[in-house]
């Protein structure tokens, strides 16, 4: 399917792996000018000469950090008005929500909350004008089926849930439309590293942690960082225009609920 966005722009945040790689790299099939940020200037070039030698794109990159002003500064500076807007940051470490202080909630908020905010506000208007533009924050299957040791992700992204629930609806009416888009487990670096630190918390072997956690996933497999990133193309797609203001789990079934 041709999504109608071949020549249209986009930031990705944390695209030099994962999901947020994934992304970009759907995107940059579909004919989208990519640029990709993340902190690892290293990490970065590798995942854009990638994207860009399958796509037949040019991939552009920012070392920055998206969890700060100055970097989301530098960002912006390179693209200060994208079409495509993919809000993505990693998450903060699980643990015993006695041992939080200040510092660590509002890093949190920072990272996973208020960077996606800032980085909306400043290129939302163009979109308008523009009558075209695609926000989608990659959030966490979490928001739906909190887990207690990582109450940090937990409360900084369903704040963010919260604000661009209002914020969709005011804007739909110009064909700009802003998604969330609800991770499950993803066979990414960082699923494995999660688990290598259960593992050891644990006492336990990480490959049979793994395949336990498999067990309780009714698609009995980790899902593929492609079919994310397909997901979050389709939403950036023209042909998308009235999906918006959407909580898009992405889970291989795992939550139990109908809504």
Same mark, same amino acid.
């Given at each position: 399917?041709?999504?109608?966005?071949?020549?249209?722009?986009?930031?990705?945040?944390?695209?030099?792996?994962?999901?947020?790689?994934?992304?970009?790299?759907?995107?940059?099939?579909?004919?989208?000018?990519?640029?990709?940020?993340?902190?690892?200037?290293?990490?970065?070039?590798?995942?854009?000469?990638?994207?860009?030698?399958?796509?037949?794109?040019?991939?552009?990159?920012?070392?920055?950090?998206?969890?700060?002003?100055?970097?989301?500064?530098?960002?912006?500076?390179?693209?200060?008005?994208?079409?495509?807007?993919? !809000?993505?940051?990693?998450?903060?470490?699980?643990? *015993?929500?006695?041992?939080?202080?200040?510092?660590?909630?509002?890093?949190?908020?920072?990272? !996973?909350?208020?960077?996606?905010?800032?980085?909306?506000?400043?290129?939302?208007?163009?979109?308008?004008?523009?009558?075209?533009?695609?926000?989608?924050?990659?959030?966490?299957?979490?928001?739906?089926?909190?887990?207690?040791?990582?109450?940090?992700?937990?409360?900084?992204?369903?704040?963010?849930?919260?604000?661009?629930?209002?914020?969709?609806?005011?804007?739909?009416?110009?064909?700009?439309?802003?998604?969330?888009?609800?991770?499950?487990?993803?066979?990414?670096?960082?699923?494995?590293? !999660?688990?290598?630190?259960?593992?050891?918390?644990?006492?336990? *072997?990480?490959?049979?942690?793994?395949?336990?956690?498999?067990?309780?996933?009714?698609?009995?497999?980790?899902? *593929?960082?492609?079919?994310?990133?397909?997901?979050?193309?389709?939403?950036?797609?023209?042909?998308?225009?009235?999906?918006?203001?959407?909580?898009?789990?992405?889970?291989?079934?795992?939550?139990?609920?109908?809504?």
């Amino acid at each position: 399917m041709d999504l109608g966005i071949r020549g249209r722009t986009a930031i990705v945040c944390g695209g030099s792996a994962g999901l947020g790689r994934a992304t970009a790299r759907a995107l940059a099939h579909e004919g989208v000018r990519v640029l990709i940020a993340a902190r690892n200037p290293e990490r970065l070039r590798t995942a854009a000469d990638e994207i860009a030698a399958e796509s037949g794109f040019q991939v552009r990159t920012v070392a920055a950090d998206v969890t700060t002003e100055e970097g989301r500064t530098e960002i912006l500076d390179a693209l200060p008005q994208p079409d495509i807007l993919i !809000n993505n940051a990693g998450g903060p470490p699980p643990g *015993d929500f006695r041992t939080w202080g200040r510092e660590e909630w509002i890093r949190a908020i920072d990272a !996973n909350m208020l960077s996606a905010i800032f980085l909306i506000r400043s290129t939302i208007d163009g979109m308008i004008e523009r009558k075209f533009g695609r926000v989608v924050n990659i959030t966490s299957h979490m928001v739906k089926q909190p887990v207690n040791v990582l109450g940090l992700s937990n409360g900084a992204r369903a704040g963010l849930t919260g604000f661009v629930g209002g914020l969709a609806r005011d804007v739909a009416q110009h064909n700009v439309t802003i998604n969330n888009v609800l991770p499950g487990q993803f066979d990414t670096d960082r699923l494995r590293s !999660n688990h290598e630190r259960f593992a050891q918390a644990a006492g336990a *072997d990480v490959e049979t942690l793994r395949e336990r956690q498999k067990s309780q996933i009714p698609a009995r497999r980790f899902g *593929d960082p492609a079919e994310f990133g397909d997901i979050c193309a389709f939403l950036c797609g023209a042909r998308a225009g009235y999906l918006t203001g959407q909580n898009i789990l992405l889970d291989g079934g795992q939550f139990p609920g109908l809504l």
